[in-house]
């Protein structure tokens, strides 16, 4: 068996090679180095961002994302058949405390800071005569003893017993038993009280609390964790209790702690511990094994039907991880778009790189190879020398991305390293092996037509698996989404399998050119056939160039890739853009919103109309939003928001905002005794027009509703009702306005000096937010940054190309100067031949790219990223379209000058001399 010998290199060659073609080698290098550090670079920002999302959605959640263990306290009848006071309550605070800290596992223990035990009573009136304002016992312990106070007047809270040991026992119904708080200068300030003043209190069941003053405190530190559970305690909180109420604390000591459980009804005082997540630990691989923690633990948690001490645990932080974790899974699968993108043209330029470096070596490795040279060892040593580049080139461009990023990925960058290092020594030993092939053409002309159907046969086969793939990545994106329901991403930040789907925009622009490829040259030859018959010679000469050169595949589909690419990149950030605008449109329904108070909602009339005079204020809406109404259907019950609203005034308003108009608002002004008309808007299709609805209402008969049309989005409510006021007073339903909308470029002003009794809400503010969150403005730089590299990829594409075919271009133009031709006119000539394929990627480029854009954005769930309730619609940028195709135009008349002066000073000897260039 003969062994195969292994290759031998001809180091001379090699390193001669090397000099004479160090430009083109460099250039390969530079684009290794920038797609490189692109690739190795944004996915650690990927991944930083996510853990940067995962932070902010931890923080914005608040004491939704804390994880609290309630626990019923132990009976407290004592020997004589009443209710002991139980002095060593604090005590047993501590051990529910360390008992809570006992039951996490060590996942959850490293994610939450330290406990925080409370006692705290439900919400008491003040009954003061004021307006309406509450008030909280509360006591707090933590690993210190609680947070440190500083008493500016008199002292902590006493017990209200002098007895041994505390003990006491009253009968159940004995009167109110005194209990002592000390207030913070905030509370004491709001309330007027001071040391030995009594407070006003009532619970809802019209008892009289019996609570007193023993002192003024100051925090020695405001930002303790601690206070974060009850801000009260430190000054009046504005709406804890409903929109315009006002919530205070007053502070239990050990001391007192156990007076407040004697002064309280068993069920009114609650004792908890809470664990505030720790933002700054948590990541994205972090997050999924907390929430897998967090779901274990509730599922474990007691039932509150059982009323024994047991721990019961409630929290939302599973939900609030599950949630950013599915955004973060659908912001890597957008960015896997983005990135494949880039790699499909950078690989396209490497490859046309590659050709044109191979067409400088063809005579001398045609001449190694005549000399005995064999087709391994050429192979061997272009491989050696392009895995050299591409290796060098690779570790400078993933070592300027560990500078920019925390850490590096390897893997977007593979393919372009690979291709630098394949596509060099590919084209080479083929252009050795054909020049040097000893088949000839065959005489016979059926055979000539065979091998011609042989060729055509292959790029069709080509063309069809190019076809296939594409159908099938965009049947994958259809069918699954970028995003499957129910999955979040993973720890290392992959789009969950979703390659395919994720190279559908990419795979759609190379079937597209394709297509075109085929019919480029048609066209060409279409433009030679009628430059034929005119009388201008420079559109013959173009013309006849452009169908010679028109068969390239590469330097077209650059063209084509680079520019469909970069606007479909451009259109995503003008989607979503345009989405974020529209969702905070819906989620505001104005420039600004004022939300009344419920106390406060006989005003809204007055407040509307002080606003409707601010300067700079067209108009101000009242209306009723009646959250989780009763409707019922002739199929289930349904709890929708119900809004009540002078439709002819809400057209007004929608006339004068960016929101859709909304039709059928005409049919609901019909007043009278039948039917009330409305709109109606289900996310399940339990509302739906045409129905017979009925609202419920508790003492007084329902009201029979007739759905006449689809209702707007307004707001985030997945289920809405929406009538007209006049209509629903007809029927006996006065409403009650207790939200205003406004707009004009004043809005935010008045509502903000209207808002005494009322939440504020501007929609320049919400559309802030939203832009500035981690996911979104991560997604769209990335978006800018991809259509800026696509366009320089494109327009070095365009360069290559046209060195490509400088040679036999400009030997033609000089031999046609010998003819008269003018040097002015050789270059009309030259671009002529340029311009066909730059003019079809410029045109058909953006179109096929909006195309995909609007075939594919539906499937990427944009609105996990824009914060709305359905997909934006698409919004193509045509102003930057139109100046990415003319800058692309403007290439050539950059291109051309360049070539012709790099040549002007060629010798016509040199030209005319047979096989010159």
């Known amino acids: 068996m003969r062994i195969p010998r292994l290759p031998v290199l001809h180091w001379p060659s090699v390193r001669g090679r090397a000099r004479a073609d160090a430009g083109p080698l460099l250039l390969v290098a530079a684009v290794v180095v920038v797609v490189t550090l692109l690739a190795g670079a944004v996915p650690p920002l990927m991944r930083a961002t996510a853990d940067a999302a995962v932070q902010d959605a931890v923080r914005r959640a608040g004491t939704d994302a804390d994880v609290t263990a309630h626990a019923n306290w132990e009976r407290d009848d004592g020997p004589g058949g009443g209710r002991a006071r139980q002095p060593q309550l604090p005590e047993d605070i501590d051990t529910f405390r360390q008992h809570a800290v006992d039951n996490l596992d060590p996942t959850l223990t490293a994610a939450l800071r330290a406990p925080v035990a409370s006692a705290t009573s439900v919400p008491l009136k003040i009954t003061d005569g004021s307006v309406l304002r509450t008030f909280t016992l509360a006591y707090l312990a933590d690993d210190n003893g609680g947070p440190r106070v500083t008493w500016v007047e008199g002292g902590p809270p006493k017990a209200s017993v002098t007895t041994p040991g505390g003990i006491a026992e009253i009968p159940y119904q004995a009167p109110p038993w005194p209990v002592q708080v000390g207030l913070s200068e905030a509370d004491a300030k709001a309330l007027g009280r001071g040391p030995g003043d009594d407070i006003p209190l009532m619970d809802d069941n019209r008892q009289v609390k019996k609570v007193k003053v023993s002192g003024v405190f100051r925090p020695a530190d405001p930002a303790d964790p601690a206070w974060r559970l009850l801000p009260w305690l430190l000054s009046p909180a504005k709406g804890a209790d409903g929109i315009g109420s006002t919530r205070l604390a007053g502070l239990l000591s050990r001391d007192s702690l156990p007076d407040a459980r004697l002064a309280l009804e068993p069920e009114q005082f609650d004792r908890a511990v809470s664990f505030s997540p720790d933002a700054s630990v948590l990541d994205l691989k972090a997050a999924e094994a907390l929430t897998t923690s967090v779901v274990g633990l509730k599922a474990n948690s007691s039932s509150s039907a059982v009323f024994d001490s047991s721990l019961k645990w409630a929290t939302q932080l599973d939900n609030v991880l599950v949630d950013i974790r599915t955004r973060v899974a659908a912001m890597f699968a957008q960015s896997s778009v983005l990135l494949t993108g880039i790699l499909a043209a950078a690989v396209l330029v490497l490859l046309l790189a590659a050709e044109l470096l191979v067409r400088r070596r063809a005579p001398g490795l045609t001449g190694a190879r005549q000399r005995g040279a064999g087709l391994p060892d050429l192979a061997a040593e272009l491989l050696l020398e392009s895995t050299l580049v591409a290796l060098a080139a690779a570790a400078t461009g993933l070592a300027l991305a560990g500078l920019v990023a925390p850490g590096t990925s390897l893997e977007w960058a593979v393919p372009v390293v690979v291709a630098a290092v394949v596509a060099g020594p590919a084209f080479g030993v083929l252009a050795a092996a054909r020049a040097t092939r000893d088949k000839r053409v065959p005489a016979n002309r059926a055979a000539r037509r065979s091998a011609e159907r042989t060729v055509q046969l292959r790029r069709a086969t080509v063309e069809v698996a190019a076809m296939i793939t594409a159908v099938a990545a965009f049947v994958a994106l259809f069918q699954r989404g970028i995003v499957p329901a129910g999955t979040a991403a993973d720890a290392t930040g992959q789009d969950g399998g979703a390659s395919l789907p994720a190279s559908a925009p990419a795979l759609g622009v190379v079937a597209g050119t394709l297509l075109l490829l085929r019919l480029l040259p048609a066209g060409t030859g279409a433009a030679l056939k009628r430059a034929l018959r005119s009388r201008r010679p420079l559109a013959v000469f173009g013309s006849a160039r452009a169908v010679a050169t028109s068969a390239r595949v590469l330097p077209l589909m650059i063209l084509v890739t680079s520019a469909a690419l970069a606007s479909y990149a451009f259109t995503l950030d003008a989607t979503a853009g345009r989405g974020m605008e529209d969702g905070a449109w819906r989620t505001v329904g104005a420039d600004a919103r004022l939300d009344m108070a419920s106390v406060a909602a006989g005003s809204t009339a007055a407040v509307a109309e002080r606003v409707a005079a601010a300067p700079g204020v067209t108009q101000a809406l009242a209306g009723q939003v009646s959250e989780f109404t009763r409707v019922s259907t002739p199929d289930a019950f349904v709890q929708p928001r119900l809004v009540v609203v002078d439709t002819r005034a809400l057209?007004?308003?929608?006339?004068?905002?960016?929101?859709?108009k909304t039709p059928g608002l005409d049919r609901l002004a019909a007043a009278g005794t039948g039917d009330v008309p409305a709109l109606v808007r289900s996310s399940d299709g339990t509302l739906r027009p045409g129905m017979k609805l009925r609202l419920l209402r508790a003492d007084a008969p329902p009201i029979p509703l007739v759905a006449v049309g689809t209702a707007p989005a307004i707001g985030d409510a997945t289920d809405l009702v929406l009538v007209d006021a006049a209509a629903l007073t007809a029927a006996g339903m006065p409403p009650e306005p207790n939200t205003i909308w406004v707009t004009g470029p004043g809005a935010a002003r008045a509502v903000a000096a209207n808002a005494v009794a009322a939440a504020p809400l501007v929609r320049a503010d919400v559309l802030e937010e939203r832009r500035a969150a981690p996911l979104t403005s991560g997604l769209l730089r990335l978006a800018w940054a991809s259509a800026a590299m696509l366009l320089a990829l494109g327009l070095l594409g365009l360069a290559l190309g046209a060195a490509g075919s400088a040679p036999d271009r400009w030997q033609t133009l000089t031999r046609l100067r010998t003819l008269g031709l003018r040097p002015r006119d050789t270059r009309w000539v030259a671009a002529g031949e340029l311009l066909p394929p730059v003019v079809a990627a410029a045109v058909l480029?953006?179109?096929?790219?909006?195309?995909?854009?609007?075939?594919?954005?539906?499937?990427?769930?944009?609105?996990?990223?824009?914060?709305?309730?359905?997909?934006?619609?698409?919004?193509?940028?045509?102003?930057?379209?139109?100046?990415?195709?003319?800058?692309?135009?403007a290439a050539v008349a950059v291109v051309v000058p360049v070539e012709a002066a790099l040549r002007r000073r060629r010798r016509l000897s040199e030209v005319l001399r047979a096989g010159g260039s």
Not at 853 to 872: C, E, F
């Open 651 to 660: 057209r007004r308003l929608e006339a004068a905002t960016p929101l859709p």
């Open 845 to 889: 480029g953006p179109l096929l790219g909006v195309l995909l854009a609007r075939l594919t954005l539906g499937s990427l769930a944009l609105r996990l990223i824009t914060g709305q309730t359905t997909d934006p619609a698409l919004v193509p940028p045509w102003w930057w379209l139109a100046v990415m195709a003319a800058g692309f135009v």
